[in-house]
């Protein structure tokens, strides 16, 4: 959370003691400590209760806008994959909604799930280079990065210019299996497929990355 005064909350500055002109009694001196004390303690629980105030706003100001945009998303996958699982069930083979499902599966986290259709819609389109490269993304994000691999290398037996399976090939063994020979490897054939892309120059990153680690 940033300071209170970037936050837009006013800053008090501190206010210099007014001199004492006449002398007190020590009792009265007491009791003015007293007071003293009192009025600090107010001031800060004031200053509490603005802050909280103030934390208050911008949370329900902004975050849960955001949570909200999130859910109306989640919410969206969740109808689009209750509707499509109606319609599957006169049509389980249709290639179109199986794509469709396997792809709002994998967005919406259910990987096994998104597996699975994935399998289904490839027993049918086996050289779907796109759906064998969307399943291994799914694997990885099971940590199942063996069967990640071997998905990603089936997308370039395919489609040997499949610049995101090769920077994918990348990403696994350097992040998942910390094998960056491996990834060099898989990197440098992606920037040689095309750097002119946004993939190809992801991939450039990655290898200026490992240069200056070295």
Not at 5 to 21: M, T
Not at 182 to 201: L, Y
Request: proline letters at 4%.
């Amino acid at each position: 959370m940033p300071p209170a005064d970037k936050a837009g909350l006013p800053v008090q500055g501190n206010k210099k003691a007014e001199k004492i002109k006449q002398p007190v009694k020590q009792t009265e001196k007491k009791l003015s400590v007293t007071a003293l004390v009192y009025t600090i303690l107010a001031f800060a629980l004031v200053g509490m209760i603005i802050l909280f105030a103030s934390n208050h706003i911008d949370n329900s100001g902004s975050a849960p806008e955001n949570m909200q945009a999130d859910n109306n998303s989640a919410l969206g996958n969740m109808n689009a994959l209750t509707n499509l699982e109606d319609i599957m069930k006169s049509d389980p083979d249709n290639s179109d909604n199986l794509i469709k499902y396997a792809n709002l599966l994998n967005d919406s986290g259910m990987f096994e799930k998104a597996i699975d259709a994935y399998k289904k819609y490839l027993d049918h389109n086996p050289t779907a280079t796109d759906a064998v490269v969307d399943m291994g993304v799914c694997y990885d994000n099971l940590k199942k990065y063996n069967e990640a691999i071997a998905c990603f290398k089936k997308g370039l037996e395919i489609d040997p210019k499949h610049q995101i399976a090769a920077l994918n090939l990348g990403i696994v063994y350097s992040s998942g299996l910390n094998d960056k020979v491996q990834a060099v490897k898989w990197w440098k054939k992606a920037v040689d497929i095309d750097p002119s892309t946004e993939t190809g120059k992801r991939a450039q990153e990655f290898l200026n990355q490992i240069k200056q680690e070295k």
